[in-house]
């Protein structure tokens, strides 16, 4: 949308389209803390309450590579439809671990869970009545885009960019290795991502001069962009607005993807054959840090994995900032202590894993969020040093499941792996 455009437009466009409703269920429901450190943290975040009960349909299964992949979908009290992949090791005896595999932000909207996930070729396309990330709510979702859509107006985004899981993830589908690991595994998309989208088809105005700035640099540089690119240029703009408004309502972006989070949690451990007792998370960059806001608003989180998400406040001073996004910035979270004071926070046992050659934290902000962690939860925690930028790599991911199949056994035979000495900082 350009300006003259804007200019001749008779109303100005939603910016929550899809989430209209999303104020009134947050001034409507309040979560309701185990303890009085989660009570503190939820009220600082303002994460709303998750609808009991929910309840999920299964809309495919397919059995590939020896896991079976389910999709799932469920609705939340507010916003779209969310869309899930609960992956599983075929013929499986007995109860199961269950890990939530929490996707990245990665600068990419468009797909949220979807790109941990491997699924055999014709499996879980769209059809005619559902948009491409395995959302069917075209209207509050869809993506915005100038190519033709199809018969019920929605724009195809095609499949999910698999060189995010090269770049990011060594070229592996987390959920689905590790389910070949022995895990129940659910991955889902969270707030602002794949199925959880906000419309931006019209552009809210402020988001519409971003974008059109975008396009006239692809242009100039030659580029052809695609509908998914202009999409997540749209919403890497539109962040900036869904933080003001969750400031406005009461909320924040961090409180609102923690909201999906537990009610994801709620889902996995009603899933047929996981053990609700061994329950888990892991994630890497923006994931990491929801599984530890997770880890610290649940009880039922025993053992989570963070990758590349651990530093101090401090250390993001002042040259650090730009890069990340607001999942790390809550308004008032530094009242409560540092960012590694999230892990304290928590009962659960967790594995840091630091990226010594990331470009998004300064290597002294990790080494004090590690001595403080050593020393305020010596006994529930094990940090890692390696030698990677910012990565999963899938010797990394070994380390996280071995960890995670140490520290969710059976109750009586629970241990903590001794860290490698080669990659721990004293």
Known sequence: MTAVDMAASPTRP???AGYEDWPAYV???????????ARQLADTLGVPAVTPDLEYAVQSESEHDGVITSR????LGFGPRTSAWFVRPAGAAGPLPGLLALHCHGGIKAYGAKRLVSLPDGVDRPDSGENPDGGDNPDGGAPLGERPGNANGSVSLGLPPLDVRAKLYGGRALATWLAQQGFAVLAHDTFMWGSRRFGLDPLP???AKAVSGQEALWREAGVEFSAAERFNAAAAAHEETVAKAATLIGTSVTGTVAHDDLAALGVLASLPGVDMDRLGCVGFSGGGGRAMV??????LIRSYVVTCMMTTFGSLLPSYLDAHSWLLHTPGLAKLGDWPDLSVR??????VQYGLADQLFPEQGMRDAHHHLMENMPARYTGSFWQEPHVFTPAMQD??????????QPRQLTSTPTPD???TYQ
């Not at 928590?346 to 594995?351: N, R």
């Open 14 to 16: 939603s910016a929550l």
């Open 27 to 37: 001034a409507r429901n309040r979560l309701t803390a185990h303890s009085e450190d």
């Open 72 to 75: 799932l979908q469920w609705q």
């Open 205 to 207: 105005w402020r988001t």
């Open 294 to 299: 997770l880890g610290a608003l649940s009880p």
């Open 346 to 351: 928590s009962s659960a046992t967790v594995l």
């Open 399 to 408: 380390e996280a499941a071995s960890f995670l199949t140490a520290t969710l």
């Open 421 to 423: 000495s080669t990659r």
